[in-house]
């Protein structure tokens, strides 16, 4: 069974920069893209970043682009997020997901496996 656990989530002032990650153990981890989501307090889970398997395709929400980048180690089954920039919208608990395929998706129902969450606060 795959279990995917994050971590670097923390609190730090607008302009400020994280490195989220995420350890997956179980399965054959570069067979499957990655995601990145997120869940604000009283809003639905929304989706930030993904990237395939061996890395060669990435997918960005429109409103991280240019700040968020995600990247993966096969070797070490690991995927990151490094944020930088970041502003007080961005604050939520942040999910680490693994698509069923590699089809580096933006609908949570195209994941199958999910982290516990890592709470992300960026105050002003």
């Known amino acids: 069974q795959v279990q995917l656990v994050e971590s670097g989530g923390a609190s730090v002032q607008a302009g400020g920069s994280l490195r989220l990650s995420c350890t997956v153990s179980?399965?054959?981890?570069?067979?499957?893209?990655m995601g990145w989501f997120r869940q604000a307090p009283g809003k639905e889970r929304e989706f930030v970043a993904a990237?395939?398997?061996?890395?060669?395709?990435?997918q960005y929400q429109d409103s991280v682009k240019g700040r968020f980048t995600i990247s993966r180690n096969n070797n070490k089954n690991t995927v990151h997020l490094q944020m930088v920039n970041l502003k007080p919208e961005d604050t939520a608990v942040y999910y680490c997901?693994?698509?069923?395929?590699?089809?580096?998706?933006?609908?949570?129902?195209?994941?199958?496996?999910w982290g516990q969450g890592t709470q992300v606060t960026v105050s002003s």
């Open positions: 179980g399965g054959v981890f570069e067979k499957y893209a």
């Open positions: 997901a693994q698509d069923v395929g590699n089809r580096v998706g933006s609908l949570p129902h195209m994941y199958d496996a």
């Open positions: 990237i395939s398997g061996r890395s060669s395709r990435t």
